[in-house]
Nanobody
Framework: VQLVESGGGLVQPGGSLRLSCAAS????????MSWYRQAPGKERELVAG????????NYSDSVKGRFTISRDNAKNTVFLQMNSLKLEDTAVYYC????????WGQGTQVTVSS
């Protein structure tokens, strides 16, 4: 089983990034997918989630209206489009699969800095 995140990097405030998480080794379409993040010195927190079919999404209040989660079950990939990035969005972002078993990705660093 693998969850491999990509798309992180350094961006200025107000900029955008698109994270991807490529899944393998399990039946992706049967799993609810989520993005979490963890900033230095803080607990890991839920950013966004999407149902296995993609019809239902949820977001933390801190990112609502700025971030969009989506998935492509044909490509076993979940995305996180992040717009209007703020300094406080700086964190390691993790992909999480919840189903019969639960899996974490290794994380990708997002740094928002001027």
């Amino acid at each position: 089983v693998q969850l491999v995140e990509s798309g992180g990097g350094l961006v200025q405030p107000g900029g955008s990034l698109r994270l991807s998480c490529a899944a393998s080794g399990f039946t992706f379409s049967r799993y609810r997918m989520s993005w979490y993040r963890q900033a230095p010195g803080k607990e890991r927190e839920l950013v966004a989630g999407i149902s296995n079919g993609g019809g239902f999404t949820n977001y933390s209040d801190s990112v609502k209206g700025r971030f969009t989660i989506s998935r492509d079950n044909a490509k076993n990939t979940v995305f996180l489009q992040m717009n209007s990035l703020k300094l406080e969005d700086t964190a390691v972002y993790y992909c999480y699969a919840a189903g019969s078993w639960n899996y974490w990705g290794q994380g990708t660093q997002v740094t928002v800095s001027s």
